[in-house]
Nanobody, 124 residues
């Protein structure tokens, strides 16, 4: 079964950058859309970004447009989330999850194979 593991989180000052990675256990990642989600304390999990299996279609939440970029390297079984101009409101646990088959969906329950998450804290 496909397994995903996130990495790259940490503590960063406002205006800083982080690159999150979502590494897959199998070479079939290219058949899956992959989404990034986040959950802040006391809040519901929300979608941040999603990329289709081929990488030719992406979407971003309005709150991160112009600051975040999602891309993938299927040869490395990895999907990335580049986060620039970070704000304190971006703080939370970031998760990646897969959707088969591609393309992306806004309906979070369709996603499966959730990783354990990586903490992102934006604070001065």
């Amino acid at each position: 079964q496909l397994q995903l593991v996130e990495s790259g989180g940490g503590l960063v000052q406002p205006g800083g950058s982080l690159r999150l990675s979502c590494a897959a256990s199998e070479l079939i990642l290219g058949y899956y859309a992959v989404g990034w989600f986040r959950q802040a304390p006391g809040k519901e999990r929300e979608g941040v970004s999603c990329i289709s299996g081929s990488g030719d279609s992406t979407n971003l939440a309005d709150s991160v447009k112009g600051r975040f970029t999602i891309f993938r390297d299927n040869a490395k079984n990895t999907v990335y989330l580049q986060m620039n101009s970070l704000k304190p409101d971006d703080t939370g646990v970031y998760y990646c999850a897969a959707l088969y088959p591609s393309p992306c969906s806004d309906y979070i329950p369709l996603f499966d194979n959730w990783g354990p998450g990586t903490q992102v804290t934006v604070s001065s």
